[in-house]
């Protein structure tokens, strides 16, 4: 974590921070510019906020710029793009961004989009010492994917993503390098 004092399952302010940004990148990713993560953060950084609070606003606002350059030439497919945002290491905005489809999506699809939302959230949960709920997660994610290897196939191993969901203690693993 950047910063000790920044955690959004106990922390009110961390997690509107957390929750405003991550929903507006969906706007950036349309307008193809940071212009509303930008309104958000300045608006959160105008109050009197804490430094890690602060510094969680400036890296994201760095790494959601990283993505609106990495996607502007890319394909506009939602795993694609939410395998860029998991290579950045926004795991929460992996959720944010195929939620979208998960929403509008039936069957397999729709499974298959579950659990890279709940592969991702596998990260979220160990990075805030949450490993119980992480390793249950966990275990809804890899038999989808696993049934799905052809689907992640397209972009990436597939099982460096199913080796790092099975380990407790292993990284997040880089999945478009």
Same mark, same amino acid.
């Given at each position: ?11 009110r302010l961390s997690r509107d921070i957390r929750n405003n940004l991550s929903v507006s990148l969906l706007t950036c990713l349309q307008q193809h510019q940071l212009t509303a993560a930008q309104t958000v953060a300045d608006r959160f950084l105008a109050g009197n906020i804490a430094p890690c609070h ?28 939410? $395998? ?5 290491? =926004? ?9 979208? %489809?998960? *929403?509008? #999506? /039936? ?37 989808? $994917? ?5 689907? =992640? ?9 199913? %080796?790092? *969901?099975? #380990? /407790? ?9």
């Amino acid at each position: 974590m950047i910063n000790q004092g920044f955690d959004p399952f106990r922390d009110r302010l961390s997690r509107d921070i957390r929750n405003n940004l991550s929903v507006s990148l969906l706007t950036c990713l349309q307008q193809h510019q940071l212009t509303a993560a930008q309104t958000v953060a300045d608006r959160f950084l105008a109050g009197n906020i804490a430094p890690c609070h602060a510094a969680y606003i400036h890296d994201r606002l760095n790494r959601y710029a990283k993505f609106l350059d990495l996607v502007a030439g890319g394909p506009a497919e939602v795993v694609w793009q939410g $395998l860029v945002l998991w290579d950045l290491g =926004l795991f929460f905005e992996v959720h944010e961004i195929l939620e979208q %489809a998960w *929403l509008r #999506s /039936a069957g397999a699809e729709k499974s298959f989009l579950q659990a890279l939302i709940r592969a991702a959230g596998v990260y979220i949960k160990r990075e805030y010492g949450f490993d119980y709920a992480a390793a249950k997660m966990a275990a809804k994610a890899v038999p989808v $994917l696993a049934t799905n290897r052809h689907r =992640l196939a397209v972009y990436t191993d597939p099982e460096r993503l199913l %080796a790092a *969901l099975a #380990s /407790a203690t292993e990284k997040p693993p880089l999945l478009l390098k």
